[in-house]
């Protein structure tokens, strides 16, 4: 089990960056798939990036080269480098740890980004 906090959303012009950040309550060294996904108003929830415990790393056509996925182990925590960014990236980014079977989400933090 874990416990995932996201930060460092907001609102930001286009063509701007934000880095978000999830913050792990337990030691992430060990958990094979963490990722971040998106929830725009009236769409679904959609994966944006995943980064596996050996560091290979996945992301939506959208993102690909604007976004980068990372992961600290000794802080137990997650990154998404977002830039270039696009009004269509506003979205609740939630954060995900995939343990086992079972999916683990943080709060969601929002991303506006305006034209």
């Known amino acids: 089990q874990v416990q995932l906090v996201e930060s460092g959303g907001g609102l930001v012009q286009a063509g701007g960056s934000l880095r978000l950040s999830c913050a792990a309550s337990?030691?992430?060294?060990?958990?094979?798939?963490m990722g971040w996904y998106r929830q725009a108003p009236g769409k679904q929830r959609e994966l944006v990036s995943t980064?596996?415990?050996?560091?290979?790393?996945n992301y939506a056509q959208s993102v690909k080269g604007r976004f980068t996925i990372s992961r600290d182990n000794a802080k137990n925590t997650v990154y998404l480098q977002m830039n270039s960014l696009k009004p269509e990236d506003t979205a609740v980014y939630y954060c995900?740890?995939?343990?086992?079977?079972?999916?683990?989400w943080g709060q969601g933090t929002q991303v506006t980004v305006s034209s």
């Open positions: 337990r030691s992430i060294s060990g958990i094979n798939v």
């Open positions: 980064i596996t415990k050996g560091g290979s790393t």
């Open positions: 995900n740890a995939l343990i086992s079977v079972d999916n683990y």
